[in-house]
């Protein structure tokens, strides 16, 4: 890192160019309530934020440091890429990136061509949960219109928590019958969870926005990854001695998505919409005579929103349903899936303190994720911030599963 700033500064020095350098430093505590106050993550972070840039070009790199308490280092590169300017129509962006579609708040819809970095279950800032991709990304600006397209190389899934993390997504149960005298032995094969990169393996999306004084929307299709492995079930008799083997194969999909996007003023208030159809799903089935315990589904998401602000608080409310089409009874995941989501933020003081809360309910489970801050500004840069994240459930559901994690946490952050 202090290699890249002495590089950079050197050059822009050299060539009249204009360097900017900015980023933050900060430390975060988060123990468990429920475990004896338990720490559950003892963090330091350094991110950084560089620029170089003069007319025609620029470039631009974020490296950042985990450190961890026990000893741990993450060093990485969220992004990396230079920007090129062709007049005021075009303009080009190669390198490793975050891509961000779409008009829903802290749910993803359309907003699927970066990864995400599930480590820590949905608690990250969002810029720290998507993943960056290496793509060459297109663009072309019109007076009330634009065109993105995006081609990226090589395929980056979703990461999640580690087996034996405490925020590791619970497993499907999956109970099946046993002939009598017979064992199940199970196994599982990662073979297929590598991409090779290709050009018969890229990925390509295409998002077409348009800007007025009364909407805003966006089209946008691509054929993609799915960016979430789907779980094949192999299954082998043995009658010699008399075991059934079962091999669990997580394999990534290729699916086709279309969809889009808008927002509208009514009155006071901002509504929003998102929706997307996905051609060519898998799914987990417990029907015997499904091939490998997979089914092919079409697959929609969609939300729609409301942003208000009454007396003084900013109120954002969305409901968002995932609906299998041409559903089948022995599909593992339920037909309709429905989730709402609720954020509050006022601040006093003179902008230097805030209070937020932001809620995830899931009416399938009846489980929920809430998550009150207090945010203090205590001199210019530096801000202390606490927090709850409390989740509901009985061990189902997206937030239920992590019913023991509910944690208090603290973080203070300077940024120059």
């Known amino acids: 890192i202090i290699l890249l700033l002495v590089m950079l500064s050197s050059y822009s020095m050299l060539n009249a160019q204009s360097f900017d350098m900015h980023g933050y430093a900060r430390s975060y505590f988060g123990a468990l ?60 962006r190669v390198g490793k990136q975050q891509i961000i579609w779409g008009k829903a708040d802290g749910v993803f819809i359309t907003d699927i061509i970066s990864p995400k970095d599930l480590s820590e279950f949905l608690l990250r800032d969002f810029e720290e949960i998507r993943i960056g991709v290496t793509a060459v990304k297109v663009n072309y600006y019109g007076v009330r219109s634009s065109f993105e397209l995006v081609l990226i190389p090589k395929f980056e899934p979703t990461m999640f928590a580690d087996q034996g993390s405490i925020w590791s997504p619970k497993q499907p149960q999956i109970s099946m019958s046993v002939p009598p005298g017979f064992q199940i032995q199970k196994n599982v094969d990662y073979s297929l969870t590598d ?92 029907d015997p005579m499904a091939e490998e315990g997979v089914v092919e ?49 006022i601040d006093y003081l003179h902008q230097t303190l805030f209070i937020s809360n932001l809620i995830y309910y899931g009416f399938n489970e009846k489980d929920a994720l809430i998550r009150p801050t207090i945010t203090y500004k205590f001199a210019d840069g530096l801000e202390i911030i606490v927090g709850l994240n409390i989740f509901v459930g009985t061990g189902d559901g997206m937030f239920g599963q992590y019913y023991k994690n509910d944690m208090v946490y603290s973080k203070i952050k300077y940024s120059f």
């Open 297 to 345: 589904k079409n697959y929609m998401h969609y939300l729609v929103g409301l942003d208000y602000n009454i007396l003084g608080m900013d109120i954002s409310a969305q409901y968002m349903e995932e609906r299998i089409l041409d559903y089948e009874e022995a599909l593992y995941q339920e037909e309709v899936q429905q989730t709402a989501t609720l954020l509050t933020n």
């Open 33 to 92: 309530t429920e475990q004896d106050g338990k720490f559950s993550i003892l963090q330091n972070t350094l991110n950084l934020e560089l620029g170089l840039s003069d007319n025609k070009a620029s470039f631009y790199a974020n490296p950042y440091i985990y450190q961890y308490s026990e000893d741990k280092v993450d060093l990485s590169l969220r992004e990396l890429y230079v920007d090129l300017k062709f007049g005021r129509k075009f303009a080009v």
């Open 195 to 286: 991409i090779e990169a290709s050009l018969e393996n890229s990925e390509i999306a295409g998002k077409f926005s348009y800007f007025s004084g009364a909407i805003d929307f966006e089209l946008m299709g691509g054929y993609l990854w799915d960016d979430n492995p789907s779980l094949h079930m192999i299954k082998e008799i043995d009658q010699m001695n008399r075991v059934i083997d079962v091999t669990m194969r997580p394999e990534y999909h290729r699916l086709t998505m279309g969809g889009g996007s808008f927002s509208t003023c009514i009155f006071d208030a901002v509504l929003r919409g998102e929706g997307a159809y996905y051609n060519g799903r898998n799914f987990l089935s417990l």
